[in-house]
Nanobody, 124 residues
């Protein structure tokens, strides 16, 4: 499965962006799909994840209430709607697919397909 992340860009603090993750060469069926981000000099951080079967969602503490992850079965895509963006949200955002269980959904090592990343810059 190959993943393509898109939708990054430059936005002012308080604004919104929508990221998309599309799968090719396969489908998301049976996978968990997550978004992670990595700022310069920092470790990759869990943002959000969704189970393709059942639709359970998970969020990192820093984005709860501001970001929403969703899926489109017909388009085989996962979307991350980011609202009330803050300068500290600035990072390269990666989508990933794997088969995590609930206790490992936030772990980078639970995912084995990764997209190329899309840059989100939030200006103050």
């Amino acid at each position: 499965v190959q993943l393509q992340a898109s939708g990054g860009g430059l936005v002012q603090a308080g604004g919104s962006l929508r990221l998309s993750c599309a799968a090719s060469g396969g489908t998301f069926s049976g996978y968990g799909v997550g978004w992670f981000r990595q700022a310069p000099g920092k470790e990759r951080e869990f943002v959000a994840a969704i189970r393709w079967s059942g639709g359970n969602t998970y969020y990192g503490d820093s984005v709860k209430g501001r970001f929403t992850i969703s899926k489109d079965n017909a388009k085989n895509t996962v979307t991350l709607q980011m609202n009330s963006l803050k300068p500290e949200d600035t990072a390269v955002y990666y989508c990933a697919a794997g088969r995590p269980i609930a206790s490992t959904v936030r772990d980078v090592v639970s995912y084995y397909y990764w997209g190329q990343g899309t840059l989100v810059t939030v200006s103050s």
